[in-house]
């Protein structure tokens, strides 16, 4: 072989005599030769990674977690918006942290788990929260729902330690995943608006109606890991916008730019002529309206929804559930079909919706059993430990899916077994044990003397403290009257420096002469607005 003039002379005969040697002489082979370097980095490498999650282990170990029992108001009139007013609120947890911290003091994201609970048809709100953010949590719930209670309780899955395979219990859960992209939007609860008589069709009441018909020996568990987005997530939902637009980011034009631009420079031709407004170089706004317009109506309704999704603050999430109960008692069609059909109903047809993940328990072909208790265990296991990183991770989702996924209950919503505050007595929902087993009317319209309804109507106090005398840290609830107390007194005294605020502002404004027109947006205010 001659290169640049010089007769080279290769022997390559030692491949041929490398090729006859056992597996294991080559392999000894390529490694004394500067294999051994990839084995040193990847040494490095693992060794770093481990360090890195020890440091977040010991992070996590000096974080303490409570838990929180929400109890809805009596007669909420409040629709989601409430809710995604709470999360925006729960977005002050953000903290931004440097390369030193992540590493080296292995400190992250710390977030919150948005649970309902359902025992033996009995359904609870849960927030998990840092105790830092506690008061974070109750500021912004009592912020929007000043009637609600919130006790402070312990975790209900903390006396669960079951292993599979179990004679006694059974188990399925998944983890809820994005069919799409998580820029693409789920359906909203605004899209569950009557156009015509503004009705609002709760979407959380197919999922409260079938946690709330299991029974006694069953349970629900939905848990929805929610912790504050960075800021540049959104910039791979507005690199998807410009590729439906057709709009070439680095800046490069080619020939269908040049045909899509020839409507846009005739208009602004027309516009110079008649009325002497300049041409002008292209205007990147100007080319989005024009191809918007050109656009078929599946995706302009899918740039329209990533737009909206990506200008509202996010949370990186992870969604999933489980069902369990008694084998006796286990009743998949409703716990596992029910909820899955309940969840259909947050897909839109183009954009985004839920399906189950590779965390499920579900197995096929070969091993059914054994694999399948592998699942069952691992699947409780995050599930208990609320661990976000299985499957794919975490998706992004902004406060408005969220408020969608976790609301509590609109008036109009029937479900019987949700705690609600200062309910009254009423018929037993469906599913409830009764002491007495005499039928109950369909209507009654006079009712009988009290002694003679408890033969009839078996009694069930709404009103009651199941999940608090079970669960709460303080059974007396004094604690967390006077921590509402003090909230609430903290809350007021916020809202009444904002007023006074406002009116000094309002007060130092110069005074503007009637006589004299003037363009002053807030003029027309005037000066003796009442204020507390």
């Known amino acids: 072989m001659e290169i640049f003039g010089v007769q080279l002379n290769l022997d390559w005969s030692w491949i041929d005599n490398l090729g006859s040697q056992p597996l294991y002489a080559i392999a000894w082979h390529f490694f004394v030769n500067g294999g051994w370097i990839l084995f040193v980095v990847a040494g490095l490498w693992g060794a770093w990674k481990n360090f890195v999650y020890w440091r977040q282990g010991v992070y996590v170990g000096k974080q303490t977690f409570v838990f929180l029992a929400i109890d809805i108001p009596k007669n909420n009139l409040q629709t989601p918006r409430a809710v995604e007013n709470i999360f925006s609120a729960l977005a002050g947890a953000h903290q931004p942290l440097d390369w030193h911290e992540k590493t080296f003091k292995g400190e992250f994201q710390l977030g919150f788990s948005l649970e309902i609970v359902s025992i033996d048809g009995f359904i609870q709100f849960i927030i998990q929260t840092p105790v830092q953010f506690r008061n974070l949590v109750e500021a912004a719930v009592y912020s929007q729902y000043p009637e609600a209670e919130i006790t402070e309780t312990t975790d209900y899955l903390a006396d669960i330690n079951i292993k599979f395979p179990n004679d006694e219990y059974n188990l399925w859960g998944a983890d809820l995943v994005f069919t799409r992209e998580d820029y693409y939007p789920l359906k909203t609860y605004k899209e569950f608006q009557e156009e015509l008589d503004k009705e609002f069709k709760d979407p959380m009441a197919a999922l409260l109606e079938v946690m709330s018909k299991i029974g006694p020996g069953e349970q629900i568990w939905i848990q929805l890991l929610a912790y504050p987005a960075d800021i540049g997530w959104e910039k791979k939902g507005l690199k998807a916008v410009n590729k439906m637009l057709g709009i070439d980011e680095n800046g490069k034009r080619n020939m269908l730019d040049k045909i899509g631009d020839a409507p846009l420079s005739a208009l602004n031709l027309v516009g110079e002529q008649l009325l002497g407004m300049p041409a002008g170089e292209d205007d990147k706004k100007d080319k989005e309206k024009m191809n918007m317009m050109f656009l078929p109506p599946k995706e302009k309704r899918e740039v329209d929804a990533i737009l909206e999704k990506v200008d509202k603050i996010s949370f990186k999430c ?157 059974k007396s609830g004094e604690a967390d009257r006077e921590r509402k107390a003090k909230i609430m007194k903290e809350l007021n005294i916020q809202k009444k420096v904002d007023k006074a605020v406002v009116k000094e502002e309002l007060e130092n404004e110069a005074p503007i002469s009637v006589d004299e027109p003037s363009d002053d947006v807030g003029s027309d205010i005037p000066n003796n607005l009442p204020f507390e």
């Not at 998949?332 to 109903?345: E, T």
């Not at 579900?362 to 409780?380: G, V």
């Not at 009712?447 to 005398?469: C, G, R, S, W």
Request: with cysteine.
């Open 318 to 474: 992870k969604y999933r559930y489980i069902y369990y109960g008694k084998k006796e008692v286990f009743k998949k069609g409703l716990g596992v079909s029910g909820v899955m059909g309940a969840m259909k109903q947050f897909g839109a047809t183009g954009l985004n919706s839920l399906k189950p993940g590779k965390n499920k328990t579900q197995t096929k072909l070969w091993m059914k059993k054994p694999r399948m208790n592998i699942k069952q265990n691992r699947i409780f296991a995050v599930f208990k430990k609320r661990y976000p990183e299985t499957c794919d991770g975490t998706q992004l989702m902004n406060v408005e899916e969220l408020a969608t996924l976790y609301h509590f209950p609109y008036i109009e919503v029937k479900t019987p077994l949700v705690k609600q505050i200062e309910s009254t007595r009423a018929r037993a929902p469906i599913g409830l044990p009764m002491e007495d087993k005499k039928s109950i009317p369909d209507e009654i319209e006079e009712l009988p003397p009290m002694d003679e309804q408890e033969k009839i109507i078996p009694v069930v106090d709404y009103d009651n403290d199941y999940f608090e005398q079970r669960f709460a840290v303080d």
